[in-house]
């Protein structure tokens, strides 16, 4: 399969806790975005890189929460003392920009749906 | 401020029905629009992608068309089958590549 993955596809914490979710994009794809979705409601941007630099940051994304994508290809999200309102499920998704790309298009993983007791 | 707001919330169906999504967006610069299929528990997948110079676009028993006077779309499916239902997400995008997503329409086809 040379789709996004994401690992783990189900992550049950408690309050407090840290977690860290793994995004493995399609290898040639230099963006990598993340986004948070609650029930009902369509994918929130969180943050997003192009290669391995991080080009920006949504306000919803506290200084609880911080990603990395160190080598330009997977990329990792990590949240500090979780609380129950971090519960939702957590998309990654990867495309490719190039020059005169206009529709780029962002193919998603399944997602890690995190529920915090 | 960027915005996307889909009608209905939800809709239910008979298979075999046709049936037609709303998408209205305030983004700016407007680049594309794209509908995503996004099933239980799964990420969303792309179903169409148009720029402001295409009228309509199909894929297979999905038509999606946009009016970019008016800042609207919308999603025909014809011929609903089972695995139709899902929720419809519209997502607008500028030219600098950002993302406004909608919050969906959850389509439920019923036997």
């Known amino acids: 399969d040379t789709g996004v993955s994401q690992d783990p596809r189900h992550k049950i914490t408690k309050r407090g806790q840290n977690v860290t979710f793994r995004c493995d994009p399609i290898?040639?794809?230099?963006?990598l975005y993340w986004y948070r979705q609650t029930l009902g409601q369509g994918p929130e941007f969180l943050t997003y890189?192009?290669?391995?630099?991080?080009?920006?940051k949504s306000r919803l994304l506290s200084d609880r929460f911080s990603a990395e994508r160190p080598k330009g290809s997977f990329s990792t999200l990590e949240i500090q003392r979780t609380e129950q309102g971090d519960s939702a499920m957590y998309l990654c998704?990867?495309?490719?920009?190039?020059?005169?790309?206009?529709?780029?298009?962002?193919?998603f993983g399944p997602g890690t749906r995190l529920l915090v007791l | 401020k960027n915005q996307v707001e889909q009608s209905p919330q939800s809709l239910i169906i008979l298979e075999g029905k046709n049936c037609t999504l709303q998408c209205n967006y305030t983004v700016s610069p407007f680049s594309n629009l794209r509908w995503y299929k996004q099933d239980t528990g799964r990420g969303p997948v792309s179903l169409t992608i148009?720029?402001?110079?295409?009228n309509t676009k199909s894929n297979g028993r999905y038509t999606a068309t946009l009016d970019a006077d008016t800042k609207q779309s919308s999603l025909h499916i014809t011929a609903s089958q089972l695995s139709d239902s899902a929720s419809y997400i519209c997502v607008a995008n500028t030219n600098a590549g950002k993302s406004t997503f909608g919050d969906g329409t959850t389509l439920t086809v019923k036997p």
């Open positions: 890189f192009q290669n391995e630099a991080q080009l920006e």
């Open positions: 148009m720029t402001f110079s295409e």
């Open positions: 998704a990867s495309s490719l920009l190039g020059g005169r790309h206009v529709k780029e298009t962002q193919y």
């Open positions: 290898s040639e794809h230099n963006r």
